[in-house]
């Protein structure tokens, strides 16, 4: 049982087509919003081929990669606007209470 | 172009170059006119731009990371020679595909060595564009003014 919750860091993957530098953006953005939420959190960034043989308890990716995430975490949240961190912190604790880890 | 001064060992002081009002026909055109200075200054082949553009028709607009932003790379192998940076302002904005963020008017490219020399350089691009980066490059006619905003940014790696 891989049981998530306030216990222990939650995983976090950010992914984008490369894995050099749309996701690397995402990744600072993610800490970014994940910290103001006072989760948490190891943050790592990759490219969507290596993301789909990795396992994570958040998925963070232009919604254009989304499809291809559903089996690499419970939760997959779906990016328009990189700038938006306030609109990613909003996402991400919508997402973490709907599972009940915030 | 700018003075020298300590960097950290290891990290090297990246190429960096801008146009700006770029008459292109379409986000193909834009990505290699972002691109082509780059090549031009040797910090990467011609194939880069084609590479970016490759890797958007497979996986989709990658690269659009904002309203009106696009920001092109691909990967160290894609012919890739020095850490570099480079800023498009485009003289009509082009349609990328991307369903929230057309039409792109603004494309910066960035290429990369290797899979960590880049690391502190788009930590101070993503800083800059959550604080109006891309508005001040949008705003900038010369491509004279717009690489003293980029090497500003680029010092602060």
Request: proline residues 5%.
């Amino acid at each position: 049982m891989n049981q998530t919750g306030p216990d222990r860091e939650l995983r976090v993957l950010t992914v984008c087509g490369v894995g050099m530098g749309s996701s690397l953006i995402l990744r600072m953005n993610a800490e970014k919003a994940l910290s103001s939420l006072g989760v948490a959190a190891k943050v790592e960034h990759t490219d969507v081929s290596s993301a789909r043989g990795m396992k994570a308890d958040v998925a963070i990716a232009q919604g254009l990669h989304t499809d291809e995430l559903a089996g690499v975490a419970p939760v997959v949240i779906a990016i328009s606007n990189f700038m938006d961190v306030d609109g990613l912190r909003r996402q991400l604790d919508e997402a973490l209470r709907a599972q009940e880890w915030l | 172009m700018q003075a020298d001064e300590p960097r950290p060992v290891g990290v090297a002081r990246p190429v960096v170059e801008a146009s700006t009002a770029v008459d292109v026909e379409d986000w193909r055109a834009a990505v290699r006119a972002a691109c082509r200075p780059l090549a031009a200054a040797g910090a990467v082949d011609d194939r880069y731009a084609e590479r970016c553009i490759e890797i958007a028709e497979e996986h989709g607009p990658y690269m659009v990371l904002a309203p009106g932003l696009a920001l092109a790379h691909a990967r160290p192998e894609d012919g890739v020679h020095r850490l570099c940076l480079a800023s498009a302002t485009l003289a009509e904005p082009v349609p990328f595909g991307h369903a929230d963020n057309d039409p792109v008017d603004l494309v910066l490219a960035f290429g990369s060595p290797d899979d960590s020399s880049h690391l502190r350089l788009l930590q101070a691009v993503a800083e800059h564009l959550l604080t109006g980066l891309a508005e001040t490059l949008r705003e900038t006619p010369d491509r004279e003014r717009a690489l003293i905003v980029l090497t500003d940014v680029v010092q602060q790696m």
